[in-house]
Nanobody, 120 residues
Framework: QVQLVESGGGLVQAGGSLRLSCAASGTIFSINNMGWYRQAPGKQRELVAG???????NYADSVKGRFTISRDNAKNTAYLQMNSLKPEDTAVYYC??????????????WGQGTQVTVSS
């Protein structure tokens, strides 16, 4: 069974750093795009950062210069390094991946979510 497992969330003071990890497991032929979304209470889920299979990245304006997304294809894992955290970064962070699970078939998968809380 294919799944994404996240880790690395927690409580941090403003200005601090956290690193999220997202590991894909199961029968996977290849991983296409991966990314991180977040959802704060009362708000819609929003894209934080994405990375293609070739390593191209994109970021929400609110995190540019502070967050860095990367991936280790050998480990089927994506990372989100979050620096200079602000209270407004507080949210549940969800990993996303488009995975090729058999020849010619790709599907979207989501992680279970990990809470990030930034105190002022």
């Amino acid at each position: 069974q294919v799944q994404l497992v996240e880790s690395g969330g927690g409580l941090v003071q403003a200005g601090g750093s956290l690193r999220l990890s997202c590991a894909a497991s199961g029968t996977i032929f290849s991983i296409n795009n991966m990314g991180w979304y977040r959802q704060a209470p009362g708000k819609q889920r929003e894209l934080v950062a994405g990375i293609t299979s070739g390593g191209s990245t994109n970021y929400a304006d609110s995190v540019k210069g502070r967050f860095t997304i990367s991936r280790d294809n050998a480990k089927n894992t994506a990372y989100l390094q979050m620096n200079s955290l602000k209270p407004e970064d507080t949210a549940v962070y969800y990993c996303f991946a488009n995975l090729r699970v058999r020849p010619g078939i790709s599907r979207d998968y989501w992680g279970q979510g990990t809470q990030v809380t930034v105190s002022s």
